[in-house]
Every structure is written in C-alpha cells, then in structure tokens.
C-alpha cells in the first residue's frame, strides 16, 4: 500500500525498525541518573518511557482491554498502569534487548496502521532525548512520516512540539 506522498507500508515498518534500533543504542549509555530524569510525558521519568514502548510487545490485548475497562476507557491512565506492570518485571538492561528483538515487529493497534507505532518511537525517543541534552538530528522526511499519521490536530500539534519542530 502507498500512501500520497509515495510512502509504502513497508517503508513506515522499515524506518519503525531503525528508529527502535537507535533507541536500543542510546539507552544502553544512559547512567542510572539519566533513567531517573523526567521526562518530557507528564508523571514519566526516562526510564518509564522506555518501558512504555515495550507494553506493545509485553502485554496481550485482552490484559490491554482489561486494563482500558479498570480505568473506565482512559487510555492514558491504563498505559500508566501497564507500564508500571512491565517496569516491575523487566530489568533496565531488558529493554534494549527487547527493543531489538521486537525491532521488526509489525504490531499495531486494532483499527490502526504502522504510522502509529511509528510516530510513538519517534515522539517518545524525543520525549528522552530532549530533556537529557542528546543530540540526534532527526531527518524531516522521518518527522513528516511522524506527523502525518496522526489524524487528530492537537495531538499532531504536541507531536510536533515534543519531537522539536512545534
């Protein structure tokens, strides 16, 4: 599938996989000061925006659904307590290892495709690396594949300010 711009599932799922690579990369240098920095996600340190990227991998979809039922369908709040269920059983040095391995992995939320995992390792890498000085330019034809999967106009607009461009 293409979308307008030319840009193939495949090439979403492609760029999906070197961005979750670098990551990995980065994360393994942190000191133990760094993974306790907030982060740029309201009530996250470093280290727990991490561990929110793995939830995709670590959690099953009706343990997913349970927890969106618990918070009476707050996504936010139910990602909360599925990171903390993930942080409490996967070591540090976990979640590089994780990261890799699941580099590849064409999950995706029900109804949604690639851009959205897509656009969470890129948001969410920012997220960590903005608030401790890295520097790692991101390409804009990555930010434009970042942004324009996102439908909603406000949250495209935090996007956009979290990665450094809003």
Same mark, same amino acid.
């Given at each position: 599938? $293409?979308? #307008?711009?030319?840009?193939? $599932?495949?090439?979403?799922?492609?760029?999906?996989?070197?961005?979750?690579?670098?990551?990995?990369?980065?994360?393994?240098?942190? $000191?133990?000061?760094?993974?306790?920095?907030? +982060?740029? /996600?309201?009530?996250?340190?470093?280290?727990?925006?991490?561990?929110?990227?793995?939830? #995709?991998?670590? =959690?099953?979809?009706?343990?997913?659904? @349970?927890?969106?039922?618990? &918070?009476?369908?707050?996504? *936010?709040?139910?990602?909360?307590?599925?990171?903390? &269920?993930?942080?409490?059983? =996967?070591?540090?040095?976990?979640?590089?290892?994780?990261?890799?391995?699941?580099?590849?992995?064409?999950?995706? #939320?029900?109804?949604?495709?690639?851009?959205?995992?897509? +656009? *969470?390792?890129?948001?969410? +890498?920012?997220?960590?690396?903005?608030?401790?000085?890295?520097? /790692?330019?991101? #390409?804009?034809?990555?930010?434009?594949?970042? @942004?324009?999967?996102?439908? *909603? *106009?406000?949250?495209?607009?935090?996007?956009? &300010?979290?990665?450094?461009?809003?």
């Amino acid at each position: 599938m $293409t979308d #307008p711009t030319g840009t193939t $599932t495949t090439d979403v799922w492609a760029a999906t996989a070197v961005e979750r690579r670098r990551l990995a990369d980065e994360l393994d240098t942190l $000191t133990d000061e760094q993974w306790r920095t907030r +982060s740029q /996600c309201e009530r996250w340190t470093v280290h727990d925006v991490a561990v929110h990227l793995l939830v #995709p991998f670590e =959690v099953s979809l009706p343990r997913f659904g @349970l927890a969106m039922l618990r &918070r009476r369908g707050n996504f *936010d709040e139910a990602m909360i307590d599925l990171t903390e &269920r993930v942080k409490s059983r =996967v070591s540090r040095d976990d979640i590089s290892r994780i990261l890799r391995e699941n580099a590849d992995n064409e999950w995706t #939320p029900p109804g949604a495709g690639p851009e959205i995992p897509f +656009s *969470d390792v890129v948001v969410h +890498s920012q997220d960590i690396r903005q608030v401790l000085g890295m520097k /790692c330019p991101i #390409p804009q034809a990555t930010i434009n594949l970042a @942004l324009n999967g996102i439908e *909603d *106009d406000a949250q495209r607009a935090d996007y956009a &300010r979290r990665i450094g461009r809003g």
